[in-house]
């Protein structure tokens, strides 16, 4: 069964309402419940890269 012939049926009904928001959540609740402590080389390295990528972006 595909979209053609179930145009708003089960799988697309189901899958915007259950499967993506429990994807979209899980890594979330998964830090929530076991925290990382990370240090400040790390986040500064993590910075950096969010920085290059950002100003990529911009000048694309």
């Not at 899980?26 to 890269?49: A, D, T």
């Amino acid at each position: 069964m595909d979209i053609a012939h179930d145009r708003a049926g089960f799988y697309i009904c189901w899958g915007c309402l259950v499967w993506v928001p429990s994807i979209y959540t899980s890594p979330g609740m998964y830090l929530v419940n076991h925290p990382v402590s990370l240090g400040p080389q790390v986040i500064f390295f993590i910075n950096e890269i969010k920085k290059k990528y950002f100003f990529i972006q911009i000048k694309v």
